[in-house]
Structures are given as C-alpha cells and as structure tokens.
C-alpha cells in the first residue's frame, strides 16, 4: 500500500487555492475568447474583451479573477490502494486556510444564522470518494455564492420527463438573470436522490467546457438545453445578445421508479478550477 | 491610466461622470449608458447595511453622511502590500434590497452593484431621484486597477465587508435605472420577446 503523509496534502492544496484565484484554466479561456467572437451584441462583445483582459491581468500581477474567492469546495478522489499518514480531513482544511490567508484571498465563509466569519474560509465543503488505484486525485473548484445563490432543486414527477427537465433548467437560468454573472456554466444532476442529484450537479461543473457527455442522448440533451437558454436569455451580463451560457454538463445517475430528481447549480464566468493528483 | 492599454475605444466612448454628482447630471443619464465614474464613492454589503439600518432604527448616528453620494456594493479582496485594494467587482445587489429604501430616505443618489433590483427599489429610487448601475462582474482584478485610494470608515470587525471610502478613476458602469422610470435590463428583455 502507497504512503502519502497528510503534509503533502496540505501542501497541494494550498497550492491549489491560490492558484485557482488568479489563474483561470484554459477551458474558460478558450471559451470565453470563442463567445467573444461569435457574439452579436456590441456591448456584450465589449464586456467579454474586458473579462479576457481582466484573467491576463489576474494572471500576470496574481490579482484574484474575482474578489469573491468563494468558499472552497474540494473533491478528493482516493484510490483504494493509499494510506494517509496524519488525519486527511484536517490536512486538507489546513491547506486551504494557509491558502486564503498567504495568497490574500477573501474570506468569506461564515456562521449560517449568526453570520460571523470564521476568518480563516474554512471549513471547506469536501467531497470524499473512493477509486481504484494508488493515487490521490484532488479538485478544487472555490465557488462564488452570486451563481450559487441562483442554483435551484426539484423533484418531478417522471411524467414530465425530458421537457419537463428542459423547462426547470431553462427556466432556473432565466430566472437568474443577470445575479450570477453570465455567461454561466449550467451544472445539471439528473436522478438519484434530493441530495446525489445536487452533487452530481456539481460534480458536472468540473467536467472540461468543450467535453460533450459520454453518453450520446444526455450529449443531445446538453445541446438542446444551450441552444434554448442562448436564444432566450439575457446574455453577457443581462445586456443581450446570444451569450447566455457557455456550456451545459449533465451528469445523470439511476433513481427510484417514482422520481425525476433535477438540479441545477450555476457556475459564474469566473470558473475556477484546479487540479492536481499525488 | 492603465485600463486604457487594454480598450483605448471602449473607454473613450465612455460619459465621464464626477462622483459625488454635480447639480443635474443625474437627469441626463439614461438607462443602458456607459459611463465613466471619477472621484469618491462609499463602499458596503450584506452585514455593512444590517449595521446601517439598525443604527437608523435605533435613532443612532451614522458613520457616514450619506447625502448625494454613490454606495458601491463590494467586498474586495485583501490588498497584497503596495496595492491599494485587492480584487473588487460589484457583488449582485438584490440582497441589499431590504436595506436600501432607508438609505435612499437619507439622501443617497447612487447604488452601483450587479443585477437587478426589486419592484420596491426601484419605486423607492424613482421617488428618490436616485439611479442604479452596474459594473462588471468577475472583473475584480481588472476594476481595482480604476481605484486610487482605499480608507477604512467603519465596521472594521466586519473584515471583507467593513464600510470603505474608494477614490476611483474611470470606473466602468453601465446606468441601468435612471430618474426617469426606465430599467435596462427590462429593455434588454422586451427587445428579445419582440424580436
């Protein structure tokens, strides 16, 4: 069995906060440059520019991409054939408190009812999985709680199958209007249950932009879904023109014969992510 | 200025527009305008109007006179030393919704955010004369490049979301309701359902 002392873990992932604060991968780069090109409202075009000006500033000068860092949501995929010395969940929550404070990035996260800051953006929300093999996969996605605020939930019925799917996405993007900083980056989760159907529409924003789902009617699905929202909706910023999303990722699991769990969990333009595996 | 090395075109066509506002500028602005905000302007979020609106209710004295001036909604990043700021776009404004009427009653002018604001502010700013406008958001790296001086007013143990004086230099805004009755953003939504 593989040793990896919890060190190195809390070394990789203070690593990962603050570069994913000011460096934006080059799947959001890519398709901020490509919506850009293909937008039809002057304006939204100027402000796409000034988004793709503001991630080399980010870059270049190691300013965050946006002052809300978010609060950092961690995915930790431990292949079965690893042991941790040290205690993982602490390593990881240490990583990403040196993190916020070394890299000055903005703590955000507080108490739910008496909203005072903890000070030190922890904890974290970590998701634990288990996989084959000896290594340890970790992703860190800090979300910005303007798109997740505009993220909704619901259980259908599966009478209303695939349009009634359409239609909450649809209509949870429309809603959002210009609150969460579009172009957004639409996290879908199909089944399972109320809460594997959040997860998974999570999960789906760290799926790379450009990469369809594997399978093919979901892929279909994704498409549909990005044309409706982009021919409706308010574009870059609420401002107009064809730009609405950039991309829709569906992530489906099976569930019980009577429910259409569907969640949909908005991720700003500003989609940092970061990943590394030890 | 260094925004201007990136849109040189964009940023000329801007209106530049002196803040606090002179006398009758507020009546030429119309929604769906871009502009450009020089001079001084107040800072505050969430937890900064909590404070605000129980200081008024309890007959308290404000930390700041709120009077003509613009109210920034945004809670930057620290500022890494020789910065004057961290990071700081517009946060979306509609949870300041149940705090602004009061400040409106006050006598503030502006509001600056993201996104929309609710039927009862935009009522209570048409009675106010007051606008709203909204700046880029998830430009925070590119934005604290218009800001030249960050000032600590109040609520210091409120960290992100103490109140700040900012000293700005072309800020980029877009006028989204204007004296006038008019909203942006719902004119954008007219033309789609119309076309």
Same mark, same amino acid.
Request: with cysteine; net charge negative.
């Given at each position: 069995m593989r040793e990896i002392d919890a060190v190195n873990i809390t070394t990789a992932v203070k690593k990962l906060a603050i570069e994913a604060a000011t460096d934006l991968e080059p799947d959001i780069l890519d398709a901020l440059v490509a919506a850009r090109d293909r937008e039809t409202s002057e304006l939204a075009k100027n402000i796409l520019e000034l988004l793709i000006n503001n991630a080399d500033i980010a870059s270049r000068e190691k300013i965050p991409v946006c002052q809300d860092t978010g609060v950092g949501v961690v995915f930790v995929d431990i292949g079965q054939e690893v042991h941790v010395t040290g205690n993982l969940y602490?390593?990881?929550? /240490?990583?990403?408190?040196? $993190?916020?404070?070394? $890299?000055?990035?903005?703590?955000?996260?507080? *108490?739910?009812?008496?909203?005072? @800051? =903890?000070?030190?953006? =922890?904890?974290?929300?970590?998701?634990?999985?288990?996989?084959?093999?000896?290594?340890? &996969?970790?992703? +860190?996605?800090? &979300?910005?709680?303007?798109?997740?605020?505009?993220?909704?939930?619901?259980?259908?019925?599966?009478? !209303?199958? =695939?349009?009634?799917?359409?239609?909450?996405?649809?209509?949870?993007? +429309?809603? !959002?209007?210009?609150?969460?900083?579009?172009?957004?980056?639409? $996290?879908?989760?199909?089944?399972?249950?109320?809460?594997?159907?959040? +997860?998974?529409?999570?999960?789906?924003?760290?799926?790379p932009l450009g990469i369809a789902s594997a399978r093919d009617d979901v892929a279909e699905l994704e498409k549909r879904l990005l044309s409706v929202i982009n021919e409706k909706g308010q574009g870059v910023h609420g401002f107009g023109g064809n730009n609405t999303a950039l991309a829709v990722h569906i992530e489906t699991y099976p569930t019980h014969i009577a429910s259409l769990p569907v969640a949909v969990n908005i991720q700003c333009h500003a989609h940092r992510h970061k990943e590394s595996t030890l | 200025m260094s925004l201007l090395r990136y849109r040189p075109d964009f940023f000329d066509s801007l209106k530049e527009v002196k803040v606090p506002f002179e006398e009758g500028v507020l009546e030429d602005l119309h929604a769906g305008q871009l502009v450009s905000l020089t001079g001084s302007l107040y800072t505050g979020r969430d937890q900064t109007h909590r404070r605000l609106c129980e200081l008024i209710e309890s007959g308290r004295d404000l930390p700041v006179d709120f009077h003509d001036q613009l109210l920034y909604y945004v809670g930057p990043s620290p500022a890494k030393p020789g910065q004057v700021i961290g990071a700081a776009g517009p946060t979306t404004s509609y949870r300041m919704d149940a705090y602004t009427p009061q400040l409106l009653d006050l006598g503030l002018k502006a509001t600056l955010g993201k996104g929309q604001r609710s039927e009862q502010v935009r009522e209570a700013m048409l009675k106010a004369g007051a606008v709203y406008l909204a700046s880029i958001g998830g430009a925070g790296a590119l934005l604290s490049k218009c800001i030249t001086q960050?000032?600590?007013?109040?609520?210091?143990?409120? #960290?992100?979301?103490?109140?700040?004086?900012? /000293?700005?230099?072309? +800020?980029?805004?877009?006028?989204? @309701? *204007?004296?006038? #009755? %008019?909203?942006?953003?719902?004119?954008? %939504?007219?033309?789609?359902?119309?076309?």
């Open positions: 602490d390593a990881i929550q /240490e990583g990403v408190r040196a $993190g916020y404070q070394e $890299g000055y990035l903005r703590k955000s996260v507080c *108490d739910p009812l008496l909203r005072v @800051n =903890t000070a030190t953006n =922890t904890p974290a929300i970590i998701h634990f999985d288990i996989v084959s093999g000896d290594d340890i &996969k970790i992703s +860190f996605l800090p &979300k910005g709680c303007g798109s997740e605020n505009m993220s909704k939930l619901t259980m259908l019925p599966p009478s !209303a199958g =695939t349009a009634g799917v359409i239609g909450f996405v649809a209509d949870t993007v +429309f809603a !959002a209007g210009s609150n969460p900083c579009p172009p957004v980056i639409v $996290g879908v989760g199909i089944g399972g249950t109320f809460e594997k159907a959040a +997860f998974l529409a999570k999960r789906a924003l760290l799926r | 960050c000032d600590l007013v109040a609520f210091e143990d409120a #960290g992100p979301e103490a109140l700040f004086r900012l /000293e700005v230099e072309s +800020f980029p805004a877009v006028v989204i @309701n *204007d004296i006038h #009755g %008019r909203d942006y953003y719902q004119i954008v %939504r007219d033309k789609r359902k119309s076309a």
